[in-house]
């Protein structure tokens, strides 16, 4: 079992920046694949970044390429999202992801992924 708790939501204005977090506990060492994705009110939850645990290799949507960067601290356990260049339409609750198994998936797709924290917002203004 993995447990998740994401943090460092808020209130920002366009071109800002935040960092989010997501603390990582029970069964970290079966680790594979973490991930952030985010859902805007009225939208479908949709994938924004996410990293082999193991080796730190990342996957972007496009969406969010030169402006997100995603990592993990595996001593700290923890992950994060360094959110750059904010923009309104990046207000979403944002959602850490975690899965302990290994696929052929692209790390984009949600179905790969046992387990979810709770959410933290996030609110841009223009």
């Known amino acids: 079992q993995v447990y998740l708790v994401e943090s460092g939501g808020g209130l920002a204005q366009a071109g800002d920046s935040l960092r989010l977090s997501c603390a990582v506990s029970g069964s970290v060492f079966k680790l594979s694949y973490v991930g952030w994705f985010r859902q805007a009110p009225g939208k479908a939850r949709e994938f924004v970044a996410a990293?082999?645990?193991?080796?730190?290799?990342?996957s972007y949507s496009n969406f969010v390429k030169g402006r997100f960067t995603v990592s993990r601290d595996i001593a700290k356990k923890s992950m994060y999202l360094q959110m750059n260049s904010l923009k309104s339409e990046d207000t979403a609750v944002y959602y850490c992801?975690?899965?302990?198994?290994?696929?052929?998936?692209?790390?984009?797709?949600?179905?790969?992924?046992?387990?979810w924290g709770q959410g933290t917002e996030v609110t841009v203004s223009s």
């Open positions: 990293l082999v645990w193991n080796d730190g290799s990342t």
């Open positions: 992801a975690a899965a302990d198994i290994w696929t052929n998936d692209p790390m984009s797709r949600p179905g790969i992924y046992q387990y």
